[in-house]
C-alpha cells in the first residue's frame, strides 16, 4: 500500500510515500488476491472461449465471481475443470498484473466496442466520470 491505497509493485515511489508491504495477515491482502485471481480467471476464460464476452466480476467476502457471456452454451464441469488448469498455466507465465489509470476513457470505450468486448464498454460508459482503474 502507497500512502492508503493498493498499488501494484511496478509503482513509483517519491519522497514521503508512507508504504506498507502486504502480508497475508492483512486483510488488504485477500481483496488484492482476490481481485488479480478473477482477472486471471477471465483471461483463461478468453484463451479457452474466444467468443467469452467478460461482464462484471466484483470481488465479494469470501472470494469473486465472474459472469461470462458465451454464446450457445453455458459452462459444464469438465469446462471448470479446463478452465482452472489453464490459469494454472497462466500463473506459472509469471506475467506481470500492473495497475494502470485509463488516460482517453473515450478511445478505451471506442477499444472496447471495436473489440466487441460489449459489456465492458457499457460498464466504463456507465462509469466515465469516475476515473475508473483497470488491473
Known sequence: ??????????????????????????????????????????QAVQRLFPEAKIAIGPTIEDGFYYDFYVPDRAFSTEDLSQIEAEMRKIVAENQQIVRYNIP?????????KDQGEVFK????????NDAPTLY
Not at 514521503?16 to 486483510?27: E, H, N, P, Q, S
Not at 482517453?104 to 472496447?112: P, S, T
Not at 464498454?121 to 466515465?128: G, R, S, T, V, W
Open 121 to 128: 464498454a457499457e460498464l466504463l460508459d456507465q462509469f466515465k
Open 104 to 112: 482517453d476513457v473515450n478511445k478505451q470505450l471506442g477499444e472496447f
Open 1 to 42: 500500500m502507497i500512502n492508503g491505497e493498493i498499488r501494484d509493485l511496478y509503482t513509483e515511489l517519491h519522497d514521503g510515500d508512507k508504504v506498507k508491504i502486504l502480508t497475508a495477515d492483512d486483510a488488504e491482502s485477500y481483496e488484492l488476491l482476490r481481485h488479480s485471481t478473477a482477472h486471471v480467471m477471465a
